[in-house]
Antibody, heavy 114, light 107 residues
Framework: QVQLVQSGAEVKNVGASVRVSCKTS????????MHWVRQAPGHGLEWVGW????????RSSQKVQDRVTFISDTPATTVFMELRRLRSEDTAVYYC???????WGRGTMVIVSS | SYELTQPSSVSVSPGQTARITCSGD??????GRWFQQKPGQAPLQVIY???ERPSGIPERFSGSSSGTTVTLTISGAQVEDEADYYC??????????FGGGTKLTVL
């Protein structure tokens, strides 16, 4: 069965970088792109970006586009999101989700402390 | 940039029909999706392509579309349907946007 297993919670200082991983299994990795979605405490869902796991092509929201990188590691069937120059407003749960949003990871809490 | 607008809250009694709307210019040309999220859980897709229901989603959940508005309808809402609901669409099929979310209360 399809599984998306995300890395554990992170606590970072303002200005630091964070890398969140999403290990996939149960399907052909390069067949489905992967979205990243975040949710700040007490707030709604926010689309962060997307990576085509076959071509490596990426898209991201205007809010983070100059600070975010998405990486696809095919042999490891894992996607990564790296967010740099962290701000307090980046504090959120970060989810990975398959392209059709059929499957989601359980989320990774990222806390940015000042 | 695009926006999707939802009511902040909707309240119904058990067994009544709940309707949640989502409006935005992008919906005139792109499909909408609906997600249900309960506290502490990842979102669950309940409608895609405006009207399609994923396998395993109860039949009481349905979707419709008209112009720049998509609507999620829960016919005969149950207490367990109480959750936050989010609409979503995507420009050029890759750059996504969520609505602000609607808190559905069933009591």
């Amino acid at each position: 069965q399809v599984q998306l297993v995300q890395s554990g919670a992170e606590v970072k200082n303002v200005g630091a970088s964070v890398r969140v991983s999403c290990k996939t299994s149960g399907y052909s990795f390069t067949r489905y792109p992967m979205h990243w979605v975040r949710q700040a405490p007490g707030h709604g869902l926010e689309w962060v970006g997307w990576i085509n796991t076959d071509t490596g092509d990426t898209r991201s929201s205007q809010k983070v586009q100059d600070r975010v990188t998405f990486i696809s590691d095919t042999p490891a069937t894992t996607v990564f999101m790296e967010l740099r120059r962290l701000r307090s407003e980046d504090t959120a749960v970060y989810y990975c989700a398959t392209n059709a949003f059929d499957f989601w990871g359980r989320g990774t809490m990222v806390i940015v402390s000042s | 940039s695009y926006e999707l607008t939802q009511p902040s809250s909707v309240s119904v009694s058990p067994g009544q029909t709940a309707r949640i709307t989502c409006s935005g210019d992008i919906l005139a040309n792109k499909y909408g999706r609906w997600f249900q999220q309960k506290p502490g859980q990842a979102p669950l897709q309940v409608i895609y392509k405006d009207t399609e229901r994923p396998s395993g989603i109860p039949e009481r959940f349905s979707g419709s579309s008209s112009g720049t508005t998509v609507t999620l309808t829960i016919s005969g809402a149950q207490v367990e349907d109480e959750a936050d609901y989010y609409c979503y669409s995507a420009a050029d099929n890759t750059v996504g946007i969520f609505g602000g979310g609607t808190k559905l209360t069933v009591l």
